[in-house]
């Protein structure tokens, strides 16, 4: 059964970087377009940014121009490059495709914060 395993957050000041992983089991992520999503307690999970291939991506207004997403579909691997970090940025961080196909993974924690 296919699963996400994503890692790469922390605690990290404002204005400060983290870079998110996210592996998908598998022999199928390079068919997906996959996303990265995050979610803060009592709120819905939200779409944060997409990826169909290298030169087609999309992001939410909140993190257009500091975040940048990227894969590697010979290693089945998501990537989120997150700069200039916001307090507003802090929640759990999840990926999965763009139509949410699998069940969702752990997630990791980012933490901004002085």
């Known amino acids: 059964q296919e699963h996400f395993v994503e890692s790469g957050g922390g605690l990290v000041h404002p204005g400060g970087s983290l870079r998110l992983s996210c592996r998908l089991s598998g022999n199928t992520f390079s068919e997906y377009s996959m996303a990265w999503y995050r979610q803060v307690p009592g709120k819905q999970r939200e779409l944060v940014a997409s990826?169909?291939?290298?030169?087609?991506?999309d992001y939410d207004d909140s993190v257009k121009g500091r975040f940048t997403i990227s894969r590697d579909d010979a290693e089945s691997t998501l990537h989120l490059r997150m700069n200039s970090l916001k307090p507003e940025d802090t929640a759990v961080y999840y990926c999965?495709?763009?139509?949410?196909?699998?069940?969702w993974g752990q997630g990791t924690q980012v933490t901004v914060s002085s």
């Open positions: 990826i169909i291939s290298a030169t087609a991506t």
């Open positions: 999965n495709t763009l139509s949410q196909m699998y069940d």
